[in-house]
Structures are given as structure tokens and as C-alpha cells.
């Protein structure tokens, strides 16, 4: 589900939306799915093989190749540098099956908020189409408190108490 607060409506994206743009920005819904669950892929889900290590933003990373199996992905391979000291990733790269470079995602600014190194500037390019989407987030938050019960499709149209 998304909610568009400037609408005040939730669209529930569906499969066969996974791979439209996001809201006219280079990041797909897919896309987002991937930077919210790739942490959590078993090897089954993506295979992953070391390719060794650079450095992104001056931090030493792990270059490390994925080859997720959802079904229906664009993606057949990403390259991921994930950061040796904080374990976040710093920059992907997506890949089709036939090996061409679709996009690039950076993620830039990383500082902890608590104890969650969080990336607050994140640019994708679509290097097919030669654009990029940059995304700042100014101020970030996590474990606020806030009932679960204001995150259903109902009370986010309403709008807060």
C-alpha cells in the first residue's frame, strides 16, 4: 500500500505496478521493495558471491554480487558495496539479464540515528534514460511511538486525530 498524503488516498500497488516509476521519480515501487527487504535475503532468495572490496565516500566496502530469484524482477543482478564498519549499503547497482546497467542507487550522508546507521541522501540513475532522482532526508526517526493502528488505509485518508 501507498499512501499520497498530497491526494489524501492509498493506492495498493500491485504486481504488475512493481516496475512504474514511483510518483515520476527514477526509483520504481520494486525498487523500494528491494532497499526495504534486501537485508533480510536468504541465500535462496539471492544467491551472493564476493567480489572484493572498494572504497565508496572514503568508507572500505564489500562488492558483492546478488542474483535475486523473484519472480517477474528486471533485475537478474545487483551489485551491492556494503560498508566493512556500519553493514549498510552505500551504493547498488541493477542489472538485467542480458548484463546491461540499468540504474544506480547511492546512498550518501550516513549518519546514526540511535543505534541505525541511516543514509540521509539517496540518488538513483537511470542510465538508459540518462536521468537521476536525488532524495534528501533532512530528519529521521525511528521507534516514535506511534500506534499501528494510524497506518490503516482508513485513518491515513482521514488524516491525524
Not at 537478474?76 to 552505500?90: M, T
Request: aromatic content about 8%.
Amino acid at each position: 500500500w501507498l499512501y499520497l498524503p498530497e491526494f489524501r488516498r492509498t493506492r495498493q500497488i500491485s504486481a504488475r505496478l512493481r516496475d512504474e516509476n514511483f510518483v515520476g521519480t527514477d526509483f520504481t515501487y520494486r525498487d523500494l521493495e528491494i532497499l526495504a527487504e534486501i537485508a533480510r535475503w536468504t541465500e535462496e532468495e539471492a544467491p551472493a558471491t564476493m567480489k572484493g572490496e572498494e572504497s565508496i565516500d572514503g568508507a572500505a566496502c564489500w562488492r558483492i554480487e546478488l542474483e535475486p530469484q523473484q519472480e517477474g524482477s528486471p533485475y537478474a543482478r545487483i551489485v551491492l558495496w556494503l560498508d566493512q564498519q556500519k553493514l549498510v549499503a552505500r551504493k547498488l547497482e541493477f542489472h538485467d539479464a542480458e548484463g546491461v546497467h540499468l540504474k544506480t542507487l547511492s546512498l550518501r550522508d550516513i549518519r546514526d540515528v540511535g543505534a541505525i546507521p541511516t543514509a540521509h541522501r539517496l540518488e538513483m540513475q537511470t542510465l538508459t534514460k540518462g536521468s537521476r532522482t536525488a532524495v534528501e532526508l533532512p530528519s529521521v526517526a525511528y521507534d516514535t511511538g506511534l500506534a499501528d493502528d494510524l497506518f490503516t488505509q482508513r485513518q491515513l485518508e482521514r488524516g491525524l486525530p
